[in-house]
């Protein structure tokens, strides 16, 4: 492997011949974890609307609601 790494925002990058590579997480969360990012569009929407909202009380939910069904 390669011990360049691309430094920036998103998830750790790194190159293996030649070629860019992404470490990203498991698509479900741990034992005991509540699900973040990408983990919240697997299982149900209206799961992952809740999660949101209660991490961002201050954002409105009926906006919260329309960018998902827009994304969804």
Known sequence: MDDRVVHGK??????IHRELHYRIGALT???QQDASYAQL?????GAALNTRHKRNPCLNRYVLQVIQ???V
């Open 10 to 15: 998103g998830p750790y990058s790194f190159v």
């Open 41 to 45: 569009y697997i299982y149900n929407p």
């Open 69 to 71: 069904d827009a994304l």
């Open 29 to 31: 969360p741990n034992y």
